[in-house]
C-alpha cells in the first residue's frame, strides 16, 4: 500500500511513446521528479513524495523503458536529449509553467538540458550522485572484473547491480525493491539505452553549459558511491557554487537508504531558493513604489517559566490494545505532573477513542498515512506474514516519521513518548541530529523471530539483519531514548536467540529496558464477577453467554465468519446460548452472517468489562484482548494469525507463561472443532498466575521521572 495515492494520474504521448506522470499535492511550487537510468520508476521516490507533497506540488516520471512508460526498441530513442524531451512533455501536460527539477544520476544530465531549452521554466536543480560523465573521469571501473553479464545472465547482473548501488549496511528493502523495478524493463531495453547517444560528451561543453546556465543548485553525494565517483558531485558544485552536501559511507541512492537526510535538505533548498527569490523581487517592488517592507508578525514568544510542559504521545494504530494501556499511564503520568498537557499524534481508530475520552488529538494526525489499512491490505484467510508486511510498510512509516519531525519542529514539546511508534524510533536512531526533546519508547514485544526458520531462509536472513541493526542502534546511541519500557516481566519474553551471533531476545531486553508490569487498562478484582457484570450490561444471567472480539483492524473478518457457523452448532446443543460478536470499528456487522441468538455490534466502547462477563471469549491472537482476559480469569479460545511473528511467538510464550487459552489454528479447525472448543472452554475453570498490579503507575513513574529530572 502506498503512503499517498497520487491526486492526477496521465500520459503524454511523445512520437507514439507514452510517458506516465503522477501528479501529488497542490502547493505553489512545483518540484518534478525526475527519471534516470531504466532500471527504475517514478516510485523510486516514494520516500520523498508523501513529505515533499505536504510542503509543494510534486510531479514524478517514470522515464522510458520502465514503469507504466513505453520501451521503444532502439539506441536513438533513449539519448538524452530524448529524455530531456520527455521531461518536457510532462512539464506542459502537468500544467507546469515552471519547478525545481530534483534528479539521480542521468537525470542530471536531462535537468540540464531541460534548462538549456526552456530556462524560464526551471528554478533550480537537486542533483543526487550527478551522472555528468565530462565533469570528471571514473577513477576506476564501476564494475569488477567478474561482474555477471547482462546478456548472460540478466536477473544475475540485476541482482549484482543492485548490491553495488547499495553498500550500505541493512539495506536488503531498498535492495529489494531496486532488484524489482529493475526487472520490470528488460535487456533489450538496457542494452539500448548503453548505447544510446549521451550529452554532453566534453569535459569544457559540460562546464560552459553548466557555468551558462546560472541556476541555484544542491548536489547531494556519497563518497561510497560506486556508479558515480564523488568528484563528479564535487566538481558539479564548483561551477554551480552549489551547496555540497556529502554522505559519508554513502552509496549511490541515498534517497532510499538516508531518506530524512534528503528530503530535510530538499525541502531547505527549494524554500531557501524561493525565499531568496520573491526577496529579491520583493525589495525591487518596494524601491519602485518608494514604500518600506511590511514584516510579517509570528506566534508570540512566551517566557519558559510561564509555559505548561508539554508532551507528544505517538500511539501505534494497530490494533486498539496500545491506546487502552496509554490512556491508563497518561492518566497516572497527569497525577504525578498536573501541568502537564498531552498531545496525540494518532491514526484512526487510535484517534477515534483518544478524542472519546477528552484528549487532544493534533491537528497533524489526519495527515498520517494508514497503517491500519496496509496491515489489512496483507492480510488473507487469518494469515498476516507480519513481518514482512512491517517491511512493506517502509515508505508508510518515513511517511509518518516526517510528518512528526514537521510538527515537533513547529512546537516545543517537553516530552516525547511513542508506544510501539517504529517509525519514530528507527528515524531517530538513524538521524539522532533530529532529537530535541527527551524521547521515551515503550513496547511489549522486542525483536523479530522467523515463523518458519526450518524451510524459509530468506526470513531468518532478514530478521537477523533486522535485529543487529536494532541492537547496533541502540549501542551506537542509546542517549536517543531517555527511558525505554518494556511492559511485562522479564519471564513473559522467549529466550530465543535474536540471530547467529546475536543475543536472546531475554538477555538482551534485560539489559537496555526497564521492565514494568504489563498494563492492565482496569482494576481486574473489580471485574471477577461475571454475573453481576451480565446484569450490569444488561445480558441478564441463566444463559450461556458467549463473546466473540477481533481488535480494531479487519485482519479478523475471517475468524468472525467461522465464529459465527461454529456458533451455528452450539445452539443446536444449547438452544438458549447468546454470542456477542463485536467487529470493531472497520468491520461492518451487516457484512457477517445473521445466526439466531448472535447479536453483531461495531466497535463497544469499554470492551474488556464485556469479554470479563462472558462465559468464554474467542478472540485472535493479540495481546492486548488476551491479557485482559487472563487479568480477569476468564476462560478463551484464542487464533494467533498464520505467520505473525509477535502472535505466534511472543503472545503464545506469554498466554503459556499465565498459563491462559486454548490455543486452534485458523487453517486446520473446522466450525464444528470450534464449537466443541467453545463449549469445553465454558465448562472450565481457569487458574492462570497471576499479573502484577500497577503497571500504569510504574510506567507513568519513569515518564515522570524524565520531566521532573528525577531518577
Known amino acids: 500500500m502506498r503512503a499517498r495515492e497520487p491526486d492526477l494520474v496521465g500520459e503524454t504521448d511523445r512520437d507514439g511513446v507514452p510517458i506516465h506522470y503522477e501528479v501529488f499535492g497542490s502547493g505553489q511550487t512545483t518540484l518534478l521528479m525526475m527519471g534516470t537510468f531504466p532500471v527504475v520508476d517514478g516510485h523510486q521516490w516514494k520516500a520523498q513524495v508523501p513529505y515533499l507533497a505536504r510542503h509543494f506540488r510534486v510531479v514524478t516520471v517514470d522515464p522510458r523503458g520502465n514503469g507504466r512508460s513505453g520501451r521503444p526498441a532502439g539506441p536513438a530513442a533513449y539519448s538524452d536529449d530524448v529524455n530531456a524531451a520527455d521531461a518536457l512533455a510532462v512539464l506542459h501536460a502537468s500544467g507546469t509553467d515552471s519547478a525545481f527539477l530534483v534528479a539521480l544520476c542521468s537525470g542530471i544530465k536531462w535537468s540540464l538540458l531541460v534548462a538549456e531549452r526552456a530556462p524560464g521554466r526551471v528554478r533550480g536543480i537537486v542533483a543526487i550522485a550527478p551522472g555528468v560523465h565530462p565533469l570528471a573521469p571514473h577513477p576506476d571501473p564501476i564494475q569488477p572484473v567478474d561482474h555477471p553479464d547482462w546478456a548472460g545472465d540478466w536477473e544475475g547482473w540485476v541482482a549484482y547491480h543492485s548490491g553495488v548501488l547499495l553498500p550500505e549496511p541493512h539495506s536488503s528493502k531498498a535492495y529489494d525493491d531496486l532488484v524489482g523495478w529493475s526487472l520490470q524493463t528488460d535487456l533489450a531495453t538496457i542494452t539500448a539505452r548503453t548505447h544510446a547517444p549521451l550529452r554532453p560528451t566534453e569535459e569544457q561543453e559540460a562546464a560552459d553549459l553548466v557555468r551558462r546556465l546560472d541556476l541555484p543548485m544542491l548536489v547531494i553525494h556519497g563518497t561510497e558511491d560506486r556508479c558515480q565517483p564523488l568528484e563528479r558531485g564535487r566538481r558539479l558544485a564548483e561551477l554551480t557554487g552549489a551547496r555540497f552536501v556529502v554522505v559519508e559511507g554513502g552509496g549511490h541512492l541515498p534517497h532510499a537508504r538516508h531518506p530524512v537526510l534528503v528530503n530535510t535538505k530538499i525541502k531547505e533548498f527549494v524554500h531557501m531558493t524561493t525565499v531568496a527569490t520573491s526577496a529579491t523581487a520583493t525589495a525591487a517592488a518596494t524601491a519602485t513604489a518608494n514604500a518600506p517592507v511590511a514584516v510579517e508578525g509570528g506566534a508570540p514568544w512566551l517566557f519558559a517559566r510561564d509555559r505548561k510542559r508539554r508532551a507528544l504521545w505517538v500511539c501505534s494504530p494497530i490494533g486498539l490494545g496500545h491506546v487502552l494501556r496509554d490512556l491508563a499511564i497518561a492518566h497516572s503520568l497527569r497525577e504525578r505532573v498536573p501541568d502537564l498537557q498531552i498531545e496525540w499524534l494518532a491514526q484512526s481508530p487510535v484517534s477515534d ?359
Open 353 to 711: 477513542v483518544v478524542r472519546a475520552h477528552g484528549e487532544i488529538v493534533h491537528p497533524a494526525s489526519a495527515e498520517l498515512a494508514s497503517e491500519s489499512a496496509h496491515w489489512e491490505s496483507e492480510a488473507e484467510r487469518h494469515e498476516l506474514h507480519a513481518f514482512h508486511a512491517l517491511r512493506r510498510m517502509d515508505e508508510i512509516l518515513c511517511a509518518n516519521y516526517m510528518l512528526f519531525d514537521d510538527v515537533v519542529r513547529e512546537t516545543s514539546y517537553d516530552l516525547w513518548v511513542g508506544d510501539e511508534a517504529w517509525d519514530v524510533d528507527h528515524f531517530l536512531h538513524e538521524n539522532p541530529e533530529r532529537k530535541t526533546a527527551p524521547y521515551a519508547f515503550l513496547t511489549d514485544v522486542v525483536g523479530f523471530l522467523p515463523v518458519d526458520a526450518e524451510h524459509d531462509l530468506r526470513e531468518v536472513e532478514l530478521t537477523t539483519d533486522y535485529n543487529a541493526e536494532m541492537i547496533e542502534h541502540r549501542e551506537r546511541f542509546p542517549y536517543v531514548r531517555d527511558r525505554s519500557l518494556f511492559i511485562g516481566d522479564l519471564a513473559e519474553l522467549p529466550d530465543a536467540s535474536l540471530g547467529r551471533g546475536l543475543p536472546t531476545v531475554r538477555g538482551w531486553t534485560e539489559r537496555w529496558f526497564s521492565t514494568v508490569p504489563y498494563v492492565v487498562p482496569f482494576d481486574p478484582s473489580a471485574y471477577r464477577r461475571p454475573a453481576a457484570l451480565r446484569r450490569e450490561l444488561g445480558y441478564g444471567t441463566g444463559y450461556p453467554l458467549y463473546v466473540a472480539a477481533v481488535g480494531g483492524t479487519a485482519v479478523g473478518r475471517d475468524l468472525l465468519e467461522l465464529t459465527a457457523e461454529a456458533f451455528a452448532l452450539v445452539r443446536a446443543d444449547e438452544p438458549d446460548a447468546r454470542l456477542v460478536m463485536v467487529t470493531g470499528p472497520r468491520i461492518d456487522p451487516d457484512e457477517l452472517p445473521d445466526v439466531e441468538g448472535m447479536d453483531k455490534r461495531g466497535y463497544v466502547d469499554g470492551l474488556f468489562a464485556h469479554l470479563a462477563a462472558a462465559d468464554a471469549a474467542i478472540v485472535q491472537g493479540g495481546l492486548s484482548t488476551t491479557m485482559e482476559l487472563v487479568a480477569a480469569r476468564r476462560p478463551f479460545v484464542y487464533f494467533p494469525l498464520a505467520h505473525h511473528w509477535e502472535q505466534q511467538h511472543f503472545v503464545a510464550h506469554r498466554l503459556d507463561h499465565y498459563g491462559a487459552g486454548h490455543r486452534m489454528d485458523y487453517r486446520t479447525t473446522s466450525p464444528r472443532d470450534l464449537a466443541e472448543a467453545m463449549r469445553t472452554a465454558r465448562q472450565s475453570r481457569p487458574s492462570y498466575r497471576p499479573i502484577r498490579r500497577g503497571g500504569a503507575d510504574r510506567a507513568a513513574d519513569q515518564l515522570a521521572s524524565v520531566l521532573t529530572g528525577a531518577r
